[in-house]
């Protein structure tokens, strides 16, 4: 089998999941369980095997598959793996099983339903992370935000209804000025060149003129920042995830928020790099009021859920600083976080899911002293918190220290020529490391410590094997990134490398760290 | 062999940490835990003589290991290197050497806690980032390490996590250290961003080189020095030392003493090709340290917490090495440091053995004469009382001698008021030590009879470990740091016209040491009288400085309090709720009013419906004629 069908299998898998839980006896929800976790362990498996397959030397897309789709219009089935996605798709294929796992015991009502929708979100954020033509990446896009507003409105809390039209009403607001931008971008491409296409490839070219790129950045900003989200757009997050099963919040945490993320580096800033590099200090300005308003709002939640959901604004605060930075460190940083966030999240709202299975409650007033009831839960729940705020050795350190390294970078050059805005803001944004620590350590001491106390406290018993494997796996992947970042970092560099000459132009190039002499 | 002096420590923490009590049955696994515990600290350091014999026999020309590399972004390396130098050698010499020796007076001291193995864990996990903080050839490896220790200090401090003070105890030390990292960040984004290069040597070399760097020394060593602040507990961060306390006793003698707090004086003397070309940042750095020094001092002198006093001693020594460090006499803070190592160990150690003997009482208010039920525990806290004083011969007069001195004369900021002021708080050192040793072993005994009558000499296995550091701190002065560093760390060149002033410094700092010993003896011998009747005249000093001057409160009202002020009523009430979601749901509101209204337009009425279409229809041509 060749790897681009290979791929193809990858993304495709869900699909026959979903076929799979048509047919299966609803009576039997085991077997649903034991044949959906197999089917994402097959998944990761093949995916992983293309991931040791990637050349980190070849700069171009790998394991293409192109096939003509709507010829008139330039639409054409594009997906290929590229230093972009590469990781992205190997973090959701390793959440897929995980998040199966995690639903073993929780999720007891309409559980063929459950897994299909599990499969069809699959299906869409591997498809967007793998499309390489913009209608493609449009449909898997819009996609994604029916199983999550299903699986929300059915499996949810007592608040989902709103929580869910919220959730709606945002992204769904986002996403049409992304089509109607999507629209006019073809359009005057087609205009220019005579040629109608959207593959990201030929669009990148498309070579507009700034009055235009900058609605059109505006548009497509809106949307990505939505979805990340940026804080003033995030108050739809805190609401999904506080009423969306573990799973659900598993999904969005995890993989679902990159969207935002990936979407303004692969897209909002390439496509428009001359409004994109007028609008940096804005973009920074937003990260950094992201980080800082994420943490303070973080220090003040009294529900479990909604800590770590304000923390995830905060934290993806530095992946928007490191992408707007422009430098080389600084997007590797970027792409770091976004992994990392998505390895360290996904475990913290694992755990909150655990504990809400045993007590009933995320109010972290009715907790206390889990430390003495749950050890080895509160091992597994410490080494995450601390991953979370950036502890060297941990994921979350590689992450964090390349991103503001590299929007240091930047801004030191900015002051050099005159300007010192970013200075300032980056000065701020490592203030973010003092306040994740002050919400993650005193959520955990009022959560670990003191005297025991917990709703049900009598009846609750320490992790079961199935939950040791759930956060062993992500354990390890957050030691590996953090101790062994070099390898991953490799594949992802030529994209970071490429990002840095389509936003930030000659520029940029030039000051291309090999270039610096090492005394 | 550095790489595995630095991985034996490494292995001891999984091997009790995930191991131990899973594979062993008590008593086994008890005896497994101290095995593997102690034994791979002292193989640590037997490692570190063999590391040092070979440095020797290679004409003192660093050696260095290359693990592997980090991360490699755009051929520039990130690399995992050892580096061992004569600095290095004595700092690992005191790491491994003072740590061995904890961990086996730890034996004694942890028997019977229910959390044996998971305290030899962290203890080990502590001194494997320790030694990676001073093995390190880069500021990244240091920083490592820098964050491994306040890590492995956090979950020392909270060990007994049961209780919420000593886990907030912890809380609060992670996070007063981590303001200080995001400095040391910051200082470390200038380097690297100015010289494309975090390798400490090559830093200094920049620095070293002419013309030097495009970029301000000052700026730097101010930066990196916020870092040691934290560390190692100086003005304004110092508040989390003393809280620590709450950790077990020895813990707070390894890493709230000899060694984790140390950090921020090794890393100034480290980078000293940046300090000896920052001027201000010296300054800043001797002066932080002197006043840090004497503030502290004034605290420890009303403290009744054996541990506290202890704590506060330690954060005024400390004070002492920065002092060193911003006159340019790193070779001398590092001799402090490494002084201070002995008999601060050994006070703790001794206060260990106190608590241990008081069955847990810890105020020396309730204590008195116990000099005669436990002599060992009394000897070697007084030889260590000597030390920290400054009598002779002991280590301490040594290293506070040559501080004062330099202080005093040395070409790159030496001042009358930096001595004076170091001058007056050598004095109160010697008092407040002075008056703890009176109050705690002579006097008259103040035990309730319940105390009383269970006092008891420790193990062996501690008053060795006593004893064995009382030696060191009483000969340890007589191996001169600053003359081993010399070739590495040069001493500042003395002003002339102060030349002479050497020997008057001498005396001076010994008749301080005497005036202390003396001025205790006064107030506190027998029943102690004259320092109640003179307590009680200056009640509202007594009272500011057992109050720690309300920093602790002060810090809580002016940051603490309008930080989750902030964040709830302006940032969650005001801009979530009010004007965000506020203005979202005015918007849904609009749209379901326009709906409403829209939705009568639906009447049912398939003629209006025609018509509608027909309108839209011509519309539609219309605006294509216009346009097509």
């Known amino acids: 089998m060749s790897d681009a069908l290979i791929l193809n299998v990858v993304l495709w898998l869900p699909v026959a999941g979903i076929v799979y839980t048509a047919a299966a006896d609803e009576r039997r929800p085991d077997a649903v369980r034991g044949w959906s976790f197999a089917l994402m362990l097959v998944q990761f498996a093949l995916t992983a095997w293309l991931y040791l397959r990637y050349d980190a030397a070849d700069p171009g897309l790998q394991f293409a598959t192109r096939l003509p789709w709507i010829p008139d219009w330039g639409v054409a089935y594009l997906i290929g793996l590229d230093g972009y996605n590469v990781l992205l798709v190997l973090l959701t294929a390793f959440l897929g099983p995980l998040v199966v796992a995690g639903s073993w015991t929780a999720i007891t009502k309409d559980v063929r339903l459950f897994h299909a929708m599990v499969f069809l979100i699959q299906f869409a954020m591997l498809g967007t992370f793998v499309a390489q033509d913009l209608f493609l990446f449009y449909l898997f896009w819009e996609l994604m935000l029916v199983p999550m507003f299903l699986m929300i409105g059915i499996w949810g809390g007592e608040r989902r209804i709103y929580a869910t039209i919220k959730f709606v009403l945002y992204t769904a607001f986002g996403s049409i000025l992304m089509l109607a931008a999507m629209i006019y971008l073809v359009w005057s491409l087609k205009t220019t060149t005579g040629v109608a296409s959207f593959a990201f490839a030929d669009l990148y070219g498309a070579g507009l003129k700034p009055a235009a790129q900058s609605w059109l950045f505006a548009a497509f900003a809106l949307s990505f920042a939505i979805k990340v989200p940026i804080v003033p757009l995030h108050t739809w997050l805190p609401d999904a995830h506080v009423e969306a099963p573990t799973a659900g919040s598993v999904i969005l945490a995890g993989v679902l928020l990159k969207m935002g993320t990936y979407g303004f580096m692969k897209l909002g800033f390439p496509l428009f790099p001359d409004a994109a590099r007028e609008a940096t200090v804005i973009v920074m300005l937003l990260g950094v009021i992201s980080i800082v308003y994420g943490a303070c709002l973080a220090l003040v939640q009294t529900d479990i859920k909604k800590i770590i959901a304000y923390s995830s604004i905060s934290h993806l605060g530095y992946a928007m600083l490191g992408l707007a930075s422009v430098d080389l460190i600084g997007i590797q940083g970027a792409v770091m976080q976004m992994v990392s966030h998505g390895l360290t999240a996904a475990g913290l709202f694992f755990m909150v899911g655990m504990i809400y299975e045993r007590c009933h409650s995320r109010n972290l007033a009715d907790y206390g002293g889990i430390a003495k009831l749950l050890p080895v839960y509160s091992v597994f729940f410490m080494v995450l918190t601390l991953a979370a705020i950036g502890l060297p050795t941990t994921s979350g350190f590689t992450g964090e220290f390349l991103a503001l390294l ?114 | 062999m550095l790489t595995a002096i630095a991985l034996l420590p490494l292995a001891g923490f999984l091997l009790n940490g995930l191991f131990a009590t899973r594979l062993f049955p008590n008593p086994r696994g008890t005896r497994f835990v101290t095995l593997v515990g102690c034994g791979l600290p002292i193989l640590a350091f037997l490692l570190t003589l063999d590391a040092f014999a070979e440095l020797r026999a290679g004409g003192y020309v660093p050696l260095s290991e290359t693990l592997y590399t980090w991360i490699s972004i755009g051929g520039a390396p990130f690399a995992i290197e050892f580096w061992f130098d004569r600095l290095t050698a004595v700092m690992v010499l005191i790491v491994t050497g003072v740590g061995s020796l904890i961990h086996v007076y730890s034996v004694g001291y942890m028997k019977g806690d229910e959390s044996y193995a998971r305290y030899f864990a962290y203890l080990n996990l502590f001194l494997f980032f320790m030694l990676l903080l001073v093995l390190g050839r880069s500021l990244l490896v240091l920083f490592v390490g820098w964050e491994g220790v306040g890590l492995a200090s956090y979950l020392l401090i909270g060990f007994w996590f049961a209780d919420p003070e000593k886990a907030a105890a912890g809380k609060k030390a992670f996070i007063v250290n981590r303001i200080g990292d995001a400095g040391f960040l910051l200082g470390m984004f200038v380097l690297y961003t100015a010289l494309g290069t975090l390798d400490m040597d090559r830093i200094n070399a920049a620095f070293m080189a002419s013309p030097g760097p495009a970029i301000s020394a000052t700026l730097v060593g101010i930066l990196l020095f916020i870092g040691a602040t934290g560390k190692s507990a100086q003005i304004p961060l110092y508040v989390w030392l003393p809280d620590a306390m709450a950790g077990p006793t020895p813990v707070s003698a390894l890493i709230h003493a000899a060694t984790m707090v140390t950090a921020g004086v090794y890393m100034v003397a480290r980078m000293s090709g940046i300090y000896v070309h920052a001027e201000g940042a010296s300054q800043l750095v001797a002066w932080v340290g002197v006043l840090t020094a004497f503030f502290a001092a004034t605290i420890a002198i009303a403290q009744n917490d054996i541990k506290k006093v202890l704590a506060y001693s330690t954060v005024s020594q400390l004070g002492f090495m920065f002092l060193a460090a911003g006159v340019g006499a790193y070779g001398v803070a590092v001799f402090h440091l490494y002084t201070h190592a002995f008999f601060k160990a050994c006070l703790f150690l001794g206060a260990g053995s106190v608590i241990h003997a008081m069955s847990g009482e810890q105020d020396i208010r309730k204590m008195g004469a116990l000099a005669k039920r436990i002599p060992v525990t009394f000897w070697t806290f007084a030889i260590a009382t000597a030390a920290i004083a400054g009598l002779p011969p002991l280590a301490g007069f040594f290293s506070k001698d040559e501080i004062l001195w330099y202080a005093y004369a040395s070409e790159r900021g030496g001042s009358f008021w930096l001595v004076a002021i170091a001058a007056l708080t050598a004095l109160m050192t010697a008092f407040y030590m002075f008056r703890l040793l009176w109050l705690t072993f002579l006097g008259e005994s103040r035990l309730d009879a319940h105390a009383a009558a269970h006092v008891h000499e420790s193990p062996f296995s501690m008053t060795g470990v006593l004893v064995a550091l009382a030696i060191l701190s009483a000969i340890g002065g007589f191996l001169s740091i600053p003359h081993v560093l010399e070739p590495m760390l040069p001493l500042p060149g003395i002003l002339a016209s102060r030349s002479g002033a050497h020997l008057p410094i001498v005396v001076l700092s010994v008749a301080l040491g005497l005036a202390g010993l003396l001025g205790a003896w006064w107030m506190f011998g027998g029943k102690a009288e004259r320092a109640k009747a003179f307590g009680e005249k200056v009640a509202g000093v007594r009272r500011v400085l057992e109050g720690k001057y309300f920093v602790d409160e002060l810090y809580d009202l002016v940051i603490g309090r309008p930080l989750l002020w902030i964040s709830e009523n302006v940032f969650l009430k005001i801009g979530d709720r009010a004007l965000i979601d506020g203005t979202l749901n005015g918007l849904a509101a609009l749209a379901q009013r326009t709906a409403a209204a829209m939705g009568r337009l639906q009447t049912g009425h398939l003629h209006f419906y025609a018509l509608l279409a027909l309108a839209g229809l011509l519309g539609a041509l219309a605006w294509g004629w216009r346009h097509v």
């Open chain 1, 406 to 519: 590299g929007t240091f970078r930047t801004a030191w050059q900015a002051h050099a020529a005159g300007n010192s805005t970013m200075l300032w803001l980056a000065g701020v944004a490592v203030t973010g490391v003092v306040l994740g620590a002050l919400y993650m350590l005193w959520f955990a001491q009022r959560f670990l410590f003191g005297a025991t106390r917990a709703p049900h406290a009598e009846h609750v018993r320490d992790l079961s094997a199935r939950e040791v494997g759930i956060l062993a796996a992500l354990v390890a992947a957050v030691f590996w990134l953090g101790l062994f970042p070099d390898e991953p970092m490799r594949k992802t560099e030529l994209a970071a490398r490429q990002y840095q000459q389509l936003v930030g132009g000659a520029r940029a190039v030039a000051a291309l760290p090999a270039t610096e002499a090492r005394r």
